[in-house]
């Protein structure tokens, strides 16, 4: 993907923060990350006094599970040096397209090392004259990017001008890097009929009815891919439900089902997620990948995770350049109404949901 350059400034020290959602990295920490996870009060929306109790319950209870999910990936999850790769790629494509600048890039995780503390004392030791919050969820949520944005504000108290990039769910080179994947993919499928399944993570329905945009925006993602590449046999699905409450869907497993009904094969696309770890290599491929077997949903596809593709890589550095050039940036309606009016820290504790 072209990269429009930003006219440089003189002398400019830049932090990019890529944010994301960590993982354990080996077996004792698998506990540690589940806690974290879900004492977040964007994912169990209960007052500290219950949210904590509860987190430490369904930690220690999926503890062994979640292990043996960890050990078919070597014990940890490579969602950390995925994200330095791509942390790589973009620190040099932005210091080529601001040449009189120092750009340097962060890396904040939610819930496992580098935590998001580690990255803003990382940070303010840099002293920027500039700090990008960039999440590393392509589509906004209340329970990745709202959570994510708002500890990076009550943690950071370093220098420097603000600006986040709230969301691209149809920045040019994330539509590029997802259409080449999948196009790559279906040649796999040596003429056999296949359907797309775009697979996100899913969220609780009722966020959205309170006004969370990300089942519109992974819907801008999916139409825009859709039209690229001309497909005719798709269908938008949904994973990793947790808890009673009603998810958004259909499941993926059920899409998985209605596609071996349907006599076609499925390609599963993790539309939502940029790096390969426990959904993609666990859950997709391995998990679903036994169920297609066992319905007779053949061939089964998986396309990978976009990584550091160097469209999306293109992708980063401009939404980065635009917001620091003065633009808003671009969200799936065209307007940054998810940095006005989701990127609010308060926005967090009104669509908050129990999940246990």
């Known amino acids: ?19 994301n959602l960590g993982g354990p990295d080996g077996p004792d920490s698998v506990k540690p990350f589940l806690f974290n996870l879900f004492n977040d009060p964007a994912i169990i929306g209960l007052p500290g006094i219950f949210r904590t109790p509860l987190a430490k319950l369904i930690s220690s209870r999926r503890e062994k599970p979640a292990q043996e999910n960890y050990a078919l990936m070597g014990g940890g999850s490579p969602l950390l040096p995925e994200t330095r790769k791509q942390a790589e ?13 120092e750009t340097r890039v962060f890396i904040a995780m939610r819930y496992w090392h580098p935590f998001t503390e580690e990255a803003a004392r990382a940070v303010e030791a ?18 990745t990017t709202a959570s994510s944005l708002k500890l990076w504000r009550e943690t ?37 009929p296949v359907r797309v399944l775009f ?17 519109a925006q992974v819907e801008a993602t999916v139409a825009a891919v859709v039209a ?30 209605q596609a071996a009904a349907d006599g076609v094969g499925a390609l599963v696309v993790p539309i939502a997620f940029v790096s390969e770890h426990i959904e993609t290599l666990v859950e997709l ?7 297609a077997h066992e319905v007779g949903c053949a061939p089964y596809l998986r396309a990978p995770a976009v990584g550091p593709d ?23 309606n065209g307007s940054c109404a998810c940095d006005n009016r989701y990127a609010n820290p308060a926005m967090v504790s009104t669509l908050s949901v129990d999940v246990a």
């Open 228 to 257: 690229k590449l001309g497909l005719s046999d798709w269908a938008i699905c949904y994973q990793s439900k947790v808890g009673p409450m009603e998810w958004l869907g259909p499941a993926t497993p059920d899409a998985i089902k």
């Open 126 to 143: 840099f002293k920027p004259d500039e700090v990008v919050f960039l999440p590393l969820y392509p589509q906004y949520s209340t329970t």
């Open 1 to 19: 993907m072209p990269v429009t350059p930003l006219k440089s400034g003189s002398g400019r020290r830049i932090a990019v923060v890529l944010a």
């Open 199 to 215: 697979s996100a993570h899913g969220i609780p329905s009722k966020l959205v009815a309170k006004g969370d945009p990300y089942q």
């Open 156 to 192: 950071y108290k370093g220098s420097g001008t603000e600006h986040v990039v709230c969301c691209y769910p149809q920045s040019e080179g994330f539509i590029a890097a997802q259409a080449r994947m999948i196009r790559e993919t279906l040649a796999k499928a040596d003429g056999k």
């Open 89 to 101: 790629a973009l620190e040099v494509q932005l210091n080529a397209s601001l040449p009189q600048d």
């Open 285 to 291: 491929d391995i998990e679903y990948g036994e169920l």
């Open 310 to 332: 160097a469209d999306f890589i293109g992708a980063l550095t401009q939404e980065t350049l635009t917001i620091l050039g003065g633009q808003t940036a671009q969200c799936g």
